[in-house]
């Protein structure tokens, strides 16, 4: 911030001639003018705006910026919903349901060709257990 109060200072103790175009008081700074705009020449965003009051800005013509805005708006809104699409279905596994679906698919298999129960009351085997003896 102090850089920028020493370059105004330093631009108001210029000689009125080294400032630039500027007219006004010595502590005024010119701004400068887009590239190409002459002091009488107005932007060409406004006087498209004067001729069609609904301007969009994808052309002079009234009935084109109108059609290439609403192109622009059903392919913005396309590509919004197919790409939302695809990263929705390319989420990862929430919760690791599936995951736990296969998972539970392998036990059962497994189960079934050592010829065990499916479900059992002890989670843990009691026998590798290290129990204290029963009083």
Same mark, same amino acid.
Not at 11 to 28: F, T
Not at 115 to 124: D, Q, V
């Given at each position: 911030?102090?850089?920028? *109060?020493?370059?105004?200072?330093?631009?108001?103790?210029?000689?009125?001639?080294?400032?630039?175009?500027s007219a006004?008081?010595?502590? $005024?700074?010119?701004?400068?003018?887009?590239?190409?705009?002459?002091?009488?020449?107005?932007?060409?965003?406004?006087?498209? @705006?004067?001729?069609? !009051?609904?301007?969009?800005?994808?052309?002079?013509?009234?009935?084109?910026?109108?059609?290439?805005?609403?192109?622009?708006?059903? $392919?913005?809104? #396309?590509?919004?919903?197919?790409?939302? #699409?695809?990263?929705?279905?390319?989420? !990862?596994?929430?919760?690791? @349901?599936? *995951?736990?679906?296969?998972? $539970?698919?392998? @036990?059962?298999?497994?189960?079934?060709?050592?010829?065990?129960?499916?479900?059992? #009351?002890?989670?843990?085997?009691?026998?590798?257990?290290?129990l204290p003896?029963?009083?």
């Amino acid at each position: 911030m102090a850089a920028l *109060w020493r370059a105004l200072r330093a631009l108001r103790a210029l000689p009125a001639g080294a400032r630039g175009r500027s007219a006004g008081s010595p502590g $005024a700074v010119a701004l400068p003018r887009p590239l190409g705009a002459e002091a009488h020449e107005e932007e060409p965003m406004l006087v498209a @705006q004067r001729k069609n !009051p609904d301007y969009h800005g994808f052309s002079a013509d009234p009935d084109a910026d109108v059609l290439n805005m609403r192109a622009a708006f059903v $392919a913005g809104i #396309s590509i919004a919903i197919v790409l939302g #699409s695809v990263f929705v279905h390319y989420l !990862p596994d929430y919760g690791l @349901q599936k *995951w736990a679906r296969r998972e $539970a698919e392998i @036990q059962v298999r497994e189960r079934e060709r050592r010829g065990l129960p499916l479900l059992t #009351s002890n989670y843990y085997d009691p026998k590798r257990l290290p129990l204290p003896p029963p009083e």
